[in-house]
C-alpha cells in the first residue's frame, strides 16, 4: 500500500493520529500529535477514513437507581456509542472506522456538554473492560478538568460510565 507524505494514518490496534514522514523498505517513519518519530511495519499502518455521523442521539431523561436514603431520581445528559444507536453499519465499517466514529461522538457531546456547563453526564459503552470504555478512560485522563467513574452495574458488570466536568477548568476537545 503506497502512503503519501504527511497523509494522516493510523496504527493497528493503537490510538491517536499519525503523519506518515517516509517509507524505508517494509516500514514508515512516523510522526504522532505529540511530534514524536516512530518506525513502524506497513502491516500495521492503514488510512484513516472520516466517517460522518450525522445523528448523535442524547438521552437527557435517564433515571439512576434509587437509593434507600432518598426516593428522587435523578436526571443526567446521557449517550448511547452503541454502534446502531450512532447508525453506524458494521457490515460496512470495520471495527477501527466504528471506534473512531464512536469517539468522535464521545468528543462532540462532551464538548456540547462543556459548551453548556453541564457538570456530569452519562456515557454507555456496553458491559466490559472493552475498546470503547479503555479509549474513552484515555481520552478523559488526558483532559484536564474531566473524570470518569463506573456508572450502572448490572449482574455485577458495568455498562455505563459517569464523567463529571469541572467547569472553570475543562476545555473542549
Known sequence: MNF?????????N?????RVLRAEGA?????????????VSLEFVVRRKQIEVHKVPIKDHVSTSVSKKSSRTEQIPSIDLHHHELNL???FLSKHDILVAQTDAFKRFCNQ???TKVKRFRVVHGIGEGRLKTELRVLVQGKDGLSMHDDQV?????????IEIQTSIARPF
Open 89 to 91: 453499519d458494521e457490515r
Open 113 to 115: 456538554m462543556i459548551q
Open 4 to 12: 503519501q507524505q504527511f497523509e494522516e494514518v493510523s496504527i493497528l
Open 14 to 18: 493503537e490510538s491517536g493520529l499519525f
Open 27 to 39: 516500514f514508515l517513519c512516523l510522526e504522532d500529535e505529540h511530534g514524536f518519530e516512530r518506525k
Open 154 to 162: 448490572t449482574r455485577g458488570k458495568v455498562g455505563a460510565s459517569l
